[in-house]
């Protein structure tokens, strides 16, 4: 069983910065792409940023510039560097990752969701 747990959601004032960690832990033979989506009220899921094994991203256009991804392949964890935070980022950020559990099977997994609020 693997288990991906979110941390560094909060609230925090438009033009203001928070940084998201997700850390992977279980049966975990390998990680390929590591990645960030989230849902606003009444909205369907969308995808901030992913990230590979090879350290490649990609972003959703609404936050290039503004967001990072990045990982730590040792310690199994994602993180996201939100700067420049807007209301419009308001939403439960959910972490995403597709994990080998064993040698022929590979797995879509997500964190329980932590929630980001930028308000004044």
């Known amino acids: 069983q693997v288990q991906l747990v979110e941390s560094g959601g909060g609230l925090v004032q438009p033009g203001g910065s928070l940084r998201l960690s997700c850390a992977a832990s279980?049966?975990?033979?390998?990680?390929?792409?590591m990645g960030w989506y989230r849902q606003a009220l009444g909205k369907q899921r969308e995808l901030v940023a992913t990230i590979n094994s090879r350290g490649r991203t990609n972003y959703a256009d609404s936050v290039k510039g503004r967001f990072t991804i990045s990982r730590d392949n040792a310690k199994n964890t994602v993180y996201l560097q939100m700067n420049s935070l807007k209301p419009e980022d308001t939403a439960d950020y959910y972490c995403y990752g597709n994990i080998r559990t064993s040698w022929n099977r590979r797995d879509d997994c997500w964190g329980q969701g932590t929630q980001v609020t930028v308000s004044s």
């Open positions: 279980g049966r975990i033979f390998s990680i390929d792409v």
